[in-house]
């Protein structure tokens, strides 16, 4: 099976879960024995070297690479008020990339193009004139329904209104791609039903985020004189801004009363402006080097997300190294996990705090958890037999049974 995988960022370094789920899914095709190439933007938000990049992607037959500004600005931003496009999606439309797009249609074959993401549906109609491929969406989450709970969680009327705006027009866009594919590939059970209730007729089936579960070794349980928690995830990303702010103004503080704990918060593009508050023991180490690393490093983990959609690669990675993670019900959606078994679920601030000071004190629960965790990572989240699974949904003639239409 010849594939031509498209994307939005660089998937290399793996340091945010669209890069880690990319990758990973990329290489366990190449391991399936697929060939597949692929067509990446470098984009100016998340631009990478290059010659360095494609040292990793060996398993990649061709590797091309298109240079795309998408920055955020307030010009654009106050102009796509005037227009029907969603300002989400419209920074990844790009001539040189549809132009790079066609002139590898024209010299190359493919059975398969793999769109990875939503934001990248405006290329469908020159795929289709040139292409009799079968293309498969790689819906990375329900888009829309990330930004409908950022808007629900807005307290400022003016900005939440103009929210509101932008996120119809997202719904609108990602409801009418759907029909563009010949199959839709979510990344959890949840998704698929949200998507396969969009009244789009096109065939759904849930492939969850693949690991390399091989590289992630639980790390064994030290004791440290003072006792340390762990968050890490983009501070640029909205859902995890707002989810580590609730807690260092709500959780933190009453963690702190009783225990003497660190917290270390690591993640790409801090703004001291967005954190104005004075915390006790807190530690803003900004972008780190190794996330595994760093993860290890704590004795609890935290997701406090109030929004979001699809899967956090980050919940995955560490249960698969063996961590004990305090989240919430948003951070847990579509992981089929235990709540106390595989790992702590807290919605309100105070049971929030309660669950992670239990494990800073629990060696033993703590242990057990993680010890399940992994367990449970390495039985349902191995990269090959998911990718697998992927190429047996594209090769089938009929929607295969338990998949969705």
Known sequence: MRILQLTKKFPFPLKD???????????????????????????????????EATRHCGHYKKVYSVSVDNEISLLGAALNLLSKESYHTSRFRSKDY????????????????????????????AIRELSDAKIVLRAHNVEYEIWERICKNEV???????????????????????????????????????????????????????????????????????????????LDWIPNAEGIKWFLDNAWPYINKISDAELFIAGRNYNQEDFPGTYSRVHFVGEIPDAKSFMTEHDVLIVPLLSGSGTRV?????????????????????IHVRNDVHIAIRDEKEAFAQAVLQLLVDENKNREIGKKAAAFINNHYHNNSLALKLVKNIRAEKVPEGNLR
């Open 156 to 234: 400022n009327a003016l900005k939440k209104q103009y929210l509101k705006y932008l996120t119809k027009k997202l719904k609108r866009y990602e409801i009418e791609s759907y029909n563009g594919y010949d199959l839709i590939a979510s990344v959890s059970d949840r998704d698929q039903h949200l998507i396969a209730e969009s009244e789009s007729s096109v065939p759904v089936v849930s492939i969850p985020i693949g690991l390399d579960v091989m590289s992630y070794k639980p790390h064994r349980y030290k004791t440290k004189k003072v006792k340390s928690v762990g968050f890490i995830g983009a």
């Open 17 to 51: 879960g669209e890069s880690i789920a990319t990758f990973n899914l990329s290489k366990g095709l190449a391991t399936s024995g697929c060939e597949i190439s692929l067509l990446s933007m470098n984009t100016t938000k998340h631009f990478v070297d290059l010659k």
């Open 314 to 334: 980050k919940i995955l990675e560490g249960m698969a190294l063996g961590k004990a993670i305090v989240t919430t019900h948003i951070g847990v959606e579509g």
């Open 98 to 125: 549809e132009q790079k797009l066609r002139k590898i249609l024209h010299e190359n074959t493919y059975d398969v193009i793999l769109i990875e993401t939503i934001y990248l549906s405006y290329y469908l109609p």
